[in-house]
DNA sequence: TCGGCGTACTGTATCGATACAGAAGGGTTC
DNA sequence: GAACCCTTCTGTATCGATACAGTACGCCGA
């Protein structure tokens, strides 16, 4: 059986508080006895004392959840997410937190024991999304949350760190509309469930995915005041927020009689992507074709991308400390922080010539 | 007061063992009350069982503990590593558990604390140097153990999951020496501890970060089966796994007169940053210059690297199980896994005019 | 000589659950 | 109608620690 701190105690003749003293308030004991308790614990093999045990009595475990879907490998994958999981760790490991990762499984009642099994002080939720039951299942677990997109997917009492999506995606529709394109397609991620890559005919009110929602509908009301109606513009369902899925739903803006001259999308590793289109096309980015990202990611000003830059490292780093060290104000547990419109090569005028 | 099972009993009447069936061994009892406990712990805001306690009592905690150095975002950022993670979540979430991702501290007893508290049923080592003092703590608590590099850095009772690192090495400096090269320069990270990016002069047998010792010396291995003296050869240490790295290590070993003919590297990331460096200076991979990456990393392939293809994702999933679902047979504990020689477009035979 | 105080250690209650042996009650079998 | 079993629930011991009040003792100053 394995050796506890009753172990050490009978050994040596010491009460267990002592030997608990010895471990977790040197300052409680002489320097002489600690030594001793040391001693012995070494000799029997005593690994210091049980973490679960410890946590239980205080009420703590110094951890923070984290929430990932099924495609554990997008939530590494994104540069955005990277840099908001690192911001995360940065603030969780200054305070000496480490991040519980709970990948979700399909099945519903999986998701339930994985969630009510995680033994974590709070929880911070980002890219999951708004449909997703686990959301409910962490809400009932009573613990602090703090949220990075939907600032209405919980209550007031949960902390919130984002930014204005669709005043920032506004921003992008109206550098696009004072370029004079015309002919314009958005390729988004997640307008439908578990939809394939291709266009798709979504009133933009009714998104739920909450980041893309509120993205297109910025697009949106740039567009409406450039005189531009909606009905023009193509809309165009990436299945994931991956490269790829970039290039394949370009191809649907791309490979037909009416060209688009703008392919805004709602993040810049699908803008990659669409670069990566235009590439095979040998179409110019910024002349036949203006391409905007959203997140400016590192890799997006080595391809002159066009794009809204937002802080990323910045949102793991707040959402970790307001979980951590919630502040009084109520107001400081929820920020809106500034983002900033980067015009790069990617976009420019209109192209005068018809398409061949 | 927060809600206990307690609460919920004797709101009831019945016993707290009742009510925790409920929750746990809904067979235990009846429909009936089952249903009036849910509905009374609903009434009363009782979150479920509390998962500290309930780890306590089992024993168990569903967590597996993963250890990140302080440059956490390479964990995420290297394409290998990611990789690797997933693999280890995949197998984890397919038994319901999840991973405590343990970003180290600077401070030598901040990592003490960090390591002892860790709630966890077992540790996963990947990518952590060797010279971390954290690895002796893991070892000191006793949990089970897999690595993921030096087989040698815990004893036969940790599991393993592996490549032969140096056999692997030298079929690239086979190929390498069989295309006639023999100005070669060989880009490695972590060849010194806390050192900067440039050429070193380092005795390949005192490398001290396993991955990239054994890898420099099965390139040695192969120079020295094809005549080559290993004095001939420019090591540049990088100083961190990172194509930024890759390129200014590069740098190094393109702009000197006795330009190297061959960059051979210890990681695919490196070998893309060399890759930038050549294009930079209007060099053809391949042609004017050979270069060999290792990981075998989704980008290779469109960039035409010649590397070394491992089973990543495998390693992950294949060291989660033996953690979760220890093989009755030790042999199947120590798993050193087969590779194979992809040859694309970035090497060629050396190139016949001297340098201009 | 005694109150007061600081240091070093002890003892008990407690954190919130689960395991397991057992008891009550009803039904079945021969 | 005794023996047995199944279902459903109970009660106690236990997981391994920490918090906190309390005790013992030495030392100091008045």
Chains 1, 2 share one sequence.
Request: a negative charge; glycine letters at 8%; aromatic letters at 4%.
């Amino acid at each position: 059986m394995a050796a506890t701190l009753q172990t050490i105690a009978d050994e040596l003749g010491v009460s267990r508080s002592t030997v608990s003293n010895a471990y977790s308030r040197p300052d409680q004991l002489s320097p002489e006895l600690r030594a001793r308790i040391l001693e012995a614990a070494e000799r029997l093999g005593y690994p210091g004392p049980n973490p679960t045990a410890r946590s239980l009595r205080r009420g703590k475990v110094n951890a923070i959840g984290v929430l990932l879907t099924d495609d554990l490998s997008m939530a590494f994958t994104d540069p955005y997410a990277v840099a908001y999981l690192r911001g995360l760790a940065e603030a969780a490991s200054a305070r000496e937190t480490s991040l519980l990762l709970l990948n979700l499984p399909e099945d519903e009642e999986a998701v339930r024991r994985v969630v009510s099994n995680a033994a974590v002080d709070a929880f911070c939720l980002y890219c999951v999304p708004d449909w997703h039951g686990a959301l409910e299942l962490i809400r009932s677990r009573g613990v602090p949350i703090v949220i990075g997109e939907d600032p209405a997917a919980f209550g007031p009492e949960a902390g919130y760190v984002g930014i204005d999506e669709r005043a920032a995606a506004r921003r992008l529709g109206e550098h696009i509309a004072r370029l004079g394109h015309r002919d314009i397609a958005v390729v988004a991620h997640w307008i439908v469930h578990g939809g394939v890559t291709g266009p798709v005919d979504a009133d933009p009110d009714a998104l739920r995915y909450y980041v893309t929602g509120e993205r297109v509908r910025g697009f949106r009301d740039a567009f409406a005041a450039a005189g531009l109606p909606w009905e023009r513009v193509l809309l165009i369902n990436a299945a994931r927020n991956g490269r790829e899925e970039g290039a394949a739903a370009a191809a649907h803006a791309l490979d037909r009689l009416d060209r688009a001259t703008a392919i805004l999308t709602t993040s810049d590793v699908l803008a990659l992507g669409v670069l990566d289109a235009l590439r095979v096309r040998g179409l110019r980015p910024g002349r036949d074709v203006s391409v905007t990202g959203f997140d400016d990611i590192p890799e997006a000003e080595p391809a002159g991308l066009t794009t809204i830059r937002q802080p990323s490292v910045e949102r793991g780093r707040l959402a970790g400390e307001i979980l951590l060290d919630p502040p009084e104000d109520p107001r400081r547990r929820r920020l809106t922080l500034p983002v900033s419109l980067v015009v790069r090569a990617t976009t420019g005028p209109k192209p005068l010539k018809e398409k061949p």
